[in-house]
């Protein structure tokens, strides 16, 4: 174990702390790939306004999915081009499925 302080800053907060061997064989964090939508709940595609290629602002409708008779309007994250649509109208999703990236 590193007999060192280490510094380190948590929600405005700095702390002075020893870290111990299971901290330094962690796994360590790697950002999300904010383009990428995925399902949160498993249903069905209703309707699709967006093909690949288009150029698309956040917050633009992109898709909806259909569960437990709602209707959930999927919007863009960010501004990009949609790189792909992984899905297709009528077509039943599972929960966790990638449904369409934007780059």
Do not use: C, H, W
């Amino acid at each position: 174990m590193n007999d060192q302080f280490e510094v380190f800053v948590l929600d405005d907060t700095m702390y002075q702390t020893k870290l111990n061997k299971m901290f330094n064989n962690r796994k360590k964090f790697k950002p999300e790939n904010l383009g990428l939508a995925r399902a949160f709940i498993p249903g069905s595609i209703r309707e699709i306004y967006a093909k690949k290629g288009d150029k698309v602002k956040a917050n633009q409708p992109i898709l909806v999915l259909e569960a437990m008779k709602m209707r959930n309007i999927y919007k863009a994250p960010i501004d990009g081009i949609v790189k792909d649509i992984l899905v297709t109208s009528s077509e039943k999703v599972v929960k966790n499925q990638e449904l369409f990236e934007i780059i």
